[in-house]
């Protein structure tokens, strides 16, 4: 069932690195929306009691990345446009405020590095590479959360953008991507000219216009 996220499980943290590994299996769809999950079987692969692989499904339930569903079936959470939408949101918004508190921190050696980014996305973009794409995307981005050094924001964002990388890994190709690098560049004319409040305003209309490529 699971190829690349499997391995022994030591015994001192066995909740929370079996739910870690099952989390990315998820959210880069190596388990698919809509795939039975077995305890026992998983149980099995990672090499566990059926214990922790219970109770890391029981927060996947939380998060919404899975589901259980009458006949004492557990499968992996389908993909939720309506969901995504709300998700774009709150992320759109939470990365503006990482952005208005990041500008004034920004040196040039953080505007080059963006630039440096965006051109990697661009050219992920030209290699049809849309994993690649992704992440670099994700990683301008991130950039920015970095430099807010709110750890608050990072909290919030870890419970809801699982969300936004499925639908990302499903939808995401190079009208969307090419739509990013072009408005990138305008936040970055706007943080080489210190304007916070605009930057961040390019931001959460970033996010918000990546929600309504992907959710058509």
Not at 34 to 58: H, I, M, W
Not at 153 to 166: E, F, G, P
Not at 195 to 200: C, E, S
Request: charged letters at 25%; aromatic letters at 4%; hydrophobic letters at 40%.
């Amino acid at each position: 069932m699971l190829k690349n996220h499997i391995k022994q499980i030591s015994r001192p943290t066995l909740r929370e690195q079996v739910y870690q590994a099952l989390k990315k299996a998820i959210v880069t769809l190596e388990l698919e929306p809509g795939q039975r999950l077995n305890d026992v079987e998983l149980a099995s692969q990672f090499g566990v009691s059926r214990t922790p692989v219970r109770e890391a499904l029981k927060r996947l339930e939380d998060d919404r990345l899975v589901e259980s569903i009458p006949g004492s079936i557990t499968r992996v959470k389908p993909l939720d446009e309506e969901e995504a939408k709300h998700a774009f949101t709150v992320v759109a918004a939470l990365h503006s405020l990482a952005t208005r508190l990041a500008v004034p921190k920004l040196t040039q050696h953080h505007i080059d590095q963006l630039e440096q980014i965006n051109q990697s996305l661009h050219q992920a973009l030209q290699e049809a590479d849309i994993i690649k794409a992704i992440n670099e995307d994700n990683h301008f981005h991130y950039q920015f959360l970095e430099m807010a050094e709110n750890p608050e924001i990072n909290l919030a964002l870890d419970r809801i953008t699982s969300k936004i990388y499925r639908l990302e890994l499903a939808k995401f190709g190079s009208t969307e991507g090419l739509h990013s690098v072009q408005e990138h560049e305008e936040i970055l004319i706007a943080c080489k000219k210190g304007d916070a409040q605009k930057a961040a305003y390019l931001v959460e209309q970033n996010w918000l216009s990546l929600g309504k490529l992907l959710i058509k």
